[in-house]
């Protein structure tokens, strides 16, 4: 069976080697070439690159078949089989130091020659992989960001990688042979004493030995650098250790992290605390400010009923006696007389009325809000007949238009309503066609309200007043009021988290707007069919 390896022949009795050539071509080797001394034998060898040589242990010159094989197989990694006559203890010796694959003893049978260039080619390929494994190991290894260091079972250096060189100072060269524990010198950051069982533990308990706490390595020259590092059993094909390996990296920047982060903490801890005395201290001045305006608005309270009663006497007597005077003298009073006491009587009735308003808003403040579903369309609308109920002799157009339902106090939100609305219609009366508006929409997680009207307006750039006890844009002689309607209903919707705005036109009309929190309403699933 023909095959593809190459095999140089060294031999220096001319019939043995052309036998030997003509043997090897008939088992279907392929020889090179035929040299006779040691010094041709390595030229040849190096210039051809075989796949094997077969060398004659003695051969003439200054040097023999063994000094050869070393010089071919020491730099050039080119396998040798010997070929000798002298098969005696000295010679296989000398021959050993050059790692021979096979031997073939003089006069040599055909199946021997087959089996033994058989079995050294074998030995080349399996060689050859192996080298292959290993440089790609070494390449690994030496590439990685990691320290490693390899022992055999009694704890001996057999390999580092350049890593585990620089961190620990050792050269490999310097390291094989050595005790783990003279290379790689742990010991604990805290109490500085030394760390040694690590290898033996991981040996004879053949697990996987991590490091907690803080650890400093110890460099050949005597610096301390923390290190992260693990320990595991290197197993052989039966599952036994025969080694370990030691991976470690610098631990340095992660320490310096963890006690930035520890400071960090530190830093924000004491902030909290800080914070939290800070909010403490407020949080009782705020109790004890609220407790004063309690106190303060219970004061005011007590003063508004008191001038409300006190107010309210003297008006009662003022508006009783001038309709005493007009029921008893109407007749004899003259013009002038009868106007006069007409004024007193619509005075005295508008500052009771007043005091009510400024009374009902004191009493607003106090109240909590009885909350339910509130259909403003019918409520709105109802403030509309109550009204139109008042006023029958009113011109005004009103449309309400389909409103937004709202979570809210249907009382409270009934007089928004009736003062916005009575509002509209009072300003706009004076129209030739008066007419009101009230419609509302989602806007986002609000609801949207507005009353608009074609009255009188306003300048926008006094909006502000409006919602202001007692302020008022036009003389009482234009339109009547006490001004405290809008501010009430503006407190209202305060209550209900809401806000209100006004826009105006002079001459053009005006538009109230307030905006209430709502969800727009989920449109129904339809079923699965």
């Not at 095999?7 to 050539?21: C, G, T, W």
């Not at 010796?93 to 050059?98: I, L, T």
């Not at 595991?232 to 963890?258: L, T, Y």
């Not at 619509?346 to 339910?372: A, P």
């Amino acid at each position: 069976m023909k095959t593809t390896a190459r095999i140089l022949i060294v031999e220096d009795e001319s019939l043995v080697a052309d036998d030997l050539q003509q043997r090897l071509e008939e088992l279907g080797f392929r020889p090179i070439g035929i040299v006779d001394t040691a010094e041709n034998a390595i030229k040849r060898a190096v210039e051809l690159r075989p796949d094997l040589v077969l060398m004659d242990v003695h051969l003439k010159g200054r040097m023999d078949g063994i000094e050869a094989a070393v010089a071919l197989r020491q730099p050039h990694d080119i396998p040798v089989v010997f070929l000798t006559s002298h098969a005696d203890l000295d010679t296989l010796e000398r021959a050993g130091v050059s790692e021979p694959f096979g031997y073939l003893t003089k006069p040599f049978q055909e199946r021997d020659l087959l089996a033994t260039v058989k079995m050294a080619l074998a030995r080349r390929e399996a060689e050859s992989r192996l080298r292959k494994l290993e440089r790609w190991l070494s390449t690994t290894l030496n590439s990685i960001g990691d320290a490693v260091i390899a022992t055999d079972v009694s704890g001996r250096v057999t390999y580092m990688n350049p890593v585990a060189e620089t961190m620990t100072g050792w050269k490999l060269d310097e390291s094989v042979g050595r005790s783990w524990a003279d290379v790689f010198r742990l010991s604990d950051a805290g109490s500085g004493q030394p760390i040694r069982n690590l290898v033996n533990r991981s040996l004879t308990e053949g697990i996987v030995v991590e490091l907690g706490g803080e650890t400093n390595l110890m460099t050949r020259n005597g610096n301390l650098t923390p290190v992260d590092d693990s320990v595991a059993p290197i197993r052989d094909e039966g599952n036994a250790p025969c080694g370990c390996v030691i991976v470690f990296r610098d631990a340095s920047e992660r320490r310096k992290m963890e006690q930035s982060v520890r400071q960090h903490d530190r830093q924000l801890e004491e902030r909290v605390q800080q914070r939290t005395a800070e909010l403490e201290a407020a949080n009782l001045a705020l109790r004890s400010t609220n407790e004063e305006l309690r106190q303060k608005s219970q004061e005011i309270e007590v003063i508004c009923y008191a001038i409300s009663h006190d107010l309210r006497a003297p008006l009662r007597a003022i508006n009783g006696y001038a309709c005493l005077l007009e029921q008893e003298h109407s007749q004899t009073l003259d013009e002038g007389a009868a106007h006069l006491l007409n004024f007193i009587i619509g005075n005295s009735r508008k500052m009771g009325e007043m005091i009510d308003g400024f009374l009902g808003l004191i009493r607003l403040g106090k109240t909590s809000l009885v909350r339910g579903r509130v259909d403003m369309t019918a409520l709105a609308r109802e403030v509309v007949e109550t009204l139109k109920a008042a006023d029958p002799a009113s011109r005004a157009q009103i449309s309400v238009q389909v409103l937004p339902v709202v979570e809210g106090d249907p009382v409270l939100l009934r007089q928004v309503w009736h003062n916005l609305i009575e509002n509209a219609l009072k300003f706009s009366s004076r129209s030739e066609t008066p007419w009101v508006w009230v419609e509302g929409h989602w806007e986002g997680g609000e609801v949207v309200y507005e009353v608009r009207d074609n009255g009188v307006g306003f300048d926008s750039a006094s909006s502000g007043r409006l919602f202001q006890i007692f302020q008022r844009l036009h003389s009482e002689q234009e339109f009547g009021g006490h001004g405290i309607g809008l501010a009430h209903a503006h407190r209202i919707v305060g209550l209900h988290g809401g806000r209100m705005s006004a826009e105006g036109n002079v001459g053009r009309g005006s538009i109230f707007r307030f905006i209430l929190p709502g969800e727009v309403p989920q449109a129904p699933k339809l079923a699965e069919s």
